[in-house]
């Protein structure tokens, strides 16, 4: 047959090419179910278990392929750092006048081996000793251990108890999709409640809640007055959106009440009437009803050091002391984290700890102390929330505008903890310099003049920044 009859019968490759091409896919597709239902009957031998092992269709010519190319240069964390090029490229930024009197600032390794160190000696952390608790929270309760929210029976017909069970996140309304780390929430405990008591015919409860599992003040007596309500609530175990009121700003004097009133009035919207006003009581050993599961404490710690979150990285501390035998009180968390950080080897020479998320000017850390927590986090992987949770320079979190005006080299290259008071500023977290090696570092001032706060952050930017625009190693 001449080609020019068979393109006349069959058409041009554009015409037959697709027809062909689907023939050879529904054709390995029957073999497939063929195969598959042989094994099912025990008529035919079983297939290969693994898709590379399938032979490919007669005539399908498939090219080889090529091994990945590397996206980057493998970072090597044992690479040794010069100690002169470390301190040759933060000395300038540290000369800076407006860092004030008193500068403690480190730089070390993962493996927490240490290059540079000023002898600046203990200062006030600020927020930089949240890496501390969330450390603490991590080691002691775990990464996936999580919070539950419950409603019990109460000792009196008709009674429930909403107890809480100390989740910094629970929110009142559920999560949108974009939220992270997702919020447990009284709407959806709400109407698992409301399912449970219908079912059983109840349609009218009294509420009483629980929030009695953390102890003494909820504010601490090491912190401003000016502090609440504008930068933390009264920490409690049971709150809702951090006891934040539904409209304004600030925090609620005392978050439970609300949070049991949004849940009553979330209860009648599902179909079970609360009479009365929710009041105070225990729950006792009463059957639960229904449950909410807060984020893992990896999420939580993550978030509470990207985000700088006071009010979570109390909550957590409470929780490190129930669970180290500490108690639950500030002093109970205070001693809890201490203990682990013992455990973990942490050195706490010229340490002094008051609370969990550095609020109190009388917190007092050295540079040595954060370089080892920072190394403890980066052995284990169960303990690297803390280097996870690391915000990145001028793009997330806390760090979302640092470096901005620094050199160009520590966008992207630097994730640190920001650690801010009046007359405080610090940045803490790991850096990766020119030659892939990656750094750990510590830098605070805090004795900063308030008017010269921001030329004050421009240096600690610049230290920082200098690092990662160096030939250290």
């Known amino acids: 047959m001449s080609p020019s009859i ?12 697709p027809t062909a091409l689907v ?3 529904l054709a390995t597709a029957f073999v497939g179910f063929e195969v598959d239902l042989g094994r099912r009957l025990g008529i035919a031998a079983a297939a290969p278990t693994q898709p590379e092992e399938v032979p490919a269709p007669t005539g399908l010519d498939l090219p080889e392929l090529a091994a990945p190319v590397p996206v980057a240069t493998p970072v090597d964390l ?3 750092a010069s100690r002169d090029a470390v301190r040759r490229a933060v000395r300038r930024a540290l000369a800076d006048q407006d860092l004030g009197p008193h500068v403690v600032a480190a730089v070390g390794a993962p493996d927490g081996r240490v290059w540079f160190d000023n002898g600046g000696g203990p200062g006030t952390p600020a927020s930089l000793l949240k890496l501390v608790t969330g450390l603490a929270a991590l080691e002691s309760l775990g990464p996936e251990h999580t919070f539950r929210t419950v409603v019990r029976r109460g000792a009196k017909p008709g ?10 996140f629970l ?15 009284l709407t959806t405990l709400a109407a ?3 399912a449970a008591l219908l079912g059983d015919g109840r349609t009218e409860v009294r509420l009483r809640f629980d929030d009695s599992l953390f102890t003494g003040p909820g504010l601490s007596p090491e912190w401003e007055p000016g502090y609440f309500p504008s930068e933390v609530a009264p920490i409690t175990s049971l709150w809702a959106d951090e006891g934040r009121p539904a409209a304004g700003e600030g925090h609620l004097a005392d978050p439970a009440p609300e949070a049991a009133r949004r849940f009553a009035k979330l209860l009648s919207e599902a179909g079970v009437k609360v009479r009365g006003t929710p009041r105070r009581g225990k729950a006792g050993a009463g059957a639960e009803i229904a449950g909410v599961e807060s984020a893992p404490v990896q999420q939580i710690a993550e978030q509470v050091i990207a985000a700088s979150d006071n009010n979570g990285a109390e909550v957590l501390a409470r929780h490190v002391g ?5 108690g639950a009180s500030f002093d109970g968390g205070v001693r809890g984290v201490t203990a682990v950080m013992k455990r973990l080897g942490v050195p706490l020479k010229g340490a002094t700890i008051v609370d969990g998320s550095g609020l109190s000017r009388h917190n007092e850390l050295t540079a040595r102390t954060l370089l080892a927590v920072l190394a403890r986090s980066a052995e284990r992987p169960e303990l690297r929330g803390v280097i996870e949770g690391l915000p ?9 505008y640092r470096l901005a005006a620094s050199d160009p080299e520590g966008l992207g290259r630097v994730r640190a903890k920001t650690g801010t008071l009046t007359g405080v500023h610090g940045f803490a977290g790991t850096v990766l310099d020119l030659d892939g090696a990656v750094l750990t570092f510590v830098v605070f001032a805090d004795k900063v003049d308030p008017a010269k706060a921001l030329a004050a952050r421009a240096a600690i930017d610049d230290f920082t920044a200098a690092l990662a625009a160096c030939h250290c190693s």
């Open 23 to 25: 023939l050879v896919v």
């Open 159 to 168: 009674t429930v108890v909403l107890v809480g069970g100390g989740d910094p």
């Open 322 to 326: 129930i669970n180290e035998g500490t």
């Open 192 to 194: 698992e409640t409301a």
């Open 171 to 185: 929110a009142t309304e559920p999560s949108e999709g974009t939220t992270w780390p997702q919020r447990a929430d």
């Open 6 to 17: 068979a393109r006349r019968l069959f058409g041009g490759p554009s015409v037959w090419l």
């Open 392 to 400: 990145v320079a001028g793009f997330n979190g806390s760090a979302t």
């Open 78 to 80: 044992a690479a040794p």
